[in-house]
């Protein structure tokens, strides 16, 4: 399989929706959003950019699986499953906001293998393929090189609908705003983590997610030289519903701060 024909391809079809996300997004009226949870929105967009994605990238791999966030395509495979996001943001992208991506990720049986992330309003793809290095269209990147926690930018994602941890987080929250360079809030968790890559962002951390939310990130970051685990320094933050990321100078003590507010 030849990884980087296939993200190539990748690329092509992300830049043909945000094309299509761009020109829907001043459309959008309070009438034709849904919830599907609470502060969990989806409009008549995802839906049909997750139509295009699914569309296109059956041909490009005809016994591929999906998982995907509007279920668009139910189907999976034993071997190889695209994981999308068609539109992570949709509340910035409702509200008339940036920024908001696509994310796409090729998983082979429990590995990811290729990650692309398109941040739409600034027309920037990144990409990575499994021991491919990591790419910020088509220039390669790396994680910053910030040795210590209290000279970095944190990013984090507010809970929207999980509460139970709420107490943890404001813990945290606040000890990063007071011995850190600051904590960012963008909306978006594939965006947080590609900014990580590339440096933007030193460390991220988030509970309550989805796999199609991290599952491109992940990988990019860590072809960027970053490091990934779930809140218990384990391995499940694809599926697992939180994650830690940081550059690897910082990362160490990233979690255990992490670990020190969430399991005590």
Same mark, same amino acid.
Request: aromatic share 14%; hydrophobic share 40%; with cysteine.
């Given at each position: 399989?030849? /990884? !980087? *024909?296939?993200?190539?391809?990748? $690329?092509?079809? #992300?830049? +043909? =929706? %945000?094309?299509?996300?761009?020109?829907?997004?001043?459309?959008?009226?309070?009438?034709?959003?849904?919830?599907?949870?609470r502060?969990?929105?989806?409009?008549?967009v995802?839906?049909t950019?997750?139509?295009?994605?699914?569309?296109?990238?059956?041909?490009?791999?005809?016994?591929?699986?999906?998982?995907?966030?509007?279920?668009?395509?139910?189907?999976?495979?034993?071997?190889?499953?695209?994981?999308?996001?068609?539109?992570?943001?949709?509340?910035?992208?409702?509200?008339?906001l940036?920024?908001?991506?696509?994310?796409?990720? /090729? !998983? *082979?049986?429990?590995?990811?293998? $290729?990650?692309? #992330?398109? +941040? =739409? %309003?600034?027309?920037?793809c990144f990409?990575?393929?499994?021991?491919?290095?990591?790419?910020l269209?088509?220039?390669?990147?790396?994680?910053?090189k910030?040795?210590?926690?209290?000279?970095?930018?944190?990013?984090?994602?507010?809970?929207?609908?999980?509460?139970?941890?709420?107490?943890?987080?404001?813990?945290?929250?606040?000890?990063?705003i007071?011995?850190?360079?600051?904590?960012?809030?963008?909306?978006?968790?594939?965006?947080?983590?590609?900014?990580?890559?590339?440096?933007?962002?030193?460390?991220?951390?988030?509970?309550? /997610? !989805?796999?199609?939310?991290?599952?491109?990130?992940?990988?990019?970051?860590?072809?960027?030289?970053?490091?990934?685990?779930?809140?218990s320094?384990?391995?499940?933050?694809?599926?697992?519903?939180?994650?830690?990321?940081g550059?690897?100078?910082?990362?160490?003590?990233?979690?255990?701060?992490?670990?020190?507010?969430?399991?005590?």
């Open positions: 399989m030849d /990884l !980087q *024909k296939i993200t190539d391809q990748v $690329i092509v079809l #992300v830049k +043909e =929706v %945000g094309i299509y996300l761009k020109g829907e997004q001043h459309k959008i009226t309070s009438e034709i959003i849904e919830k599907k949870g502060n969990d929105f989806v409009t008549y995802d839906k950019a997750e139509q295009k994605l699914v569309d296109k990238l059956k041909e490009i791999l005809p016994d591929a699986g999906f998982i995907a966030e509007e279920g668009t395509e139910i189907k999976k495979s034993e071997i190889y499953n695209w994981i999308i996001d068609p539109l992570d943001g949709t509340t910035n992208f409702i509200h008339g940036k920024p908001y991506s696509i994310s796409i990720a /090729l !998983q *082979k049986k429990e590995e990811i293998i $290729i990650g692309v #992330v398109y +941040e =739409v %309003g600034l027309d920037e990409t990575a393929t499994k021991n491919g290095g990591a790419f269209n088509g220039e390669k990147i790396f994680v910053s910030t040795k210590e926690l209290s000279e970095s930018l944190i990013a984090t994602g507010f809970p929207y609908y999980d509460y139970s941890r709420l107490p943890n987080f404001m813990k945290s929250l606040q000890y990063f007071e011995n850190t360079h600051g904590v960012r809030r963008f909306g978006t968790a594939a965006t947080d983590l590609v900014y990580v890559a590339c440096g933007r962002f030193e460390a991220y951390y988030e509970y309550g /997610l !989805q796999s199609w939310d991290v599952a491109a990130g992940t990988l990019i970051v860590q072809e960027a030289g970053g490091k990934v685990c779930d809140f320094g384990g391995n499940n933050y694809i599926f697992g519903k939180e994650i830690i990321v550059n690897s100078n910082v990362f160490d003590s990233f979690f255990a701060k992490i670990d020190g507010f969430y399991n005590i």
